[in-house]
């Protein structure tokens, strides 16, 4: 097995798989996060140094330099966990599926995507 550990998280490559371990979660619950082929290829390209001597307030001041440069205003680092859910509910992922995958222990915090997309309701 071929790991590698950054920010206290260990990427399987074999398997494409990212273990986020207790402490790092807000339920203290491991997470198991699969990545998607194109997230493998661009980790294997770059490799483990892109999170070297990362913390995570640094990775939150340079998402917001990069937004501030762009000209957009409004954006945080966690938009992009929103625009991750609803696109996946928008393509016909299932709401459960979803929640796994964005850790979440309760449905309802879920649902909040789906109210977000009044379209998709209103087609369903």
Avoid: W
Avoid at 69 to 92: C, D, M, P, Q, V
Avoid at 93 to 107: A, M, N, R
Avoid at 117 to 122: A, R, S, T, V, W
């Amino acid at each position: 097995m071929k790991c590698i550990i950054f920010l206290s998280l260990v990427l399987d490559q074999e398997t494409g798989v990212i273990t986020i371990c207790v402490a790092h979660t807000k339920t203290k619950q491991m997470r198991l996060v699969p990545l998607n082929e194109t997230a493998r290829r661009v980790l294997s390209e770059v490799g483990p140094d892109l999170f070297a001597r990362l913390n995570k307030h640094d990775v939150t001041d340079k998402f917001a330099h990069y937004l501030r440069e762009a000209g957009l205003l409004g954006f945080k680092l966690h938009s992009l966990r929103h625009t991750f859910a609803s696109r996946l509910l928008a393509r016909g992922v299932d709401v459960y599926t979803i929640s796994h995958l964005l850790g979440h222990t309760d449905i309802k915090s879920t649902m909040v995507y789906a109210k977000m997309n009044p379209k998709l309701l209103q087609s369903a």
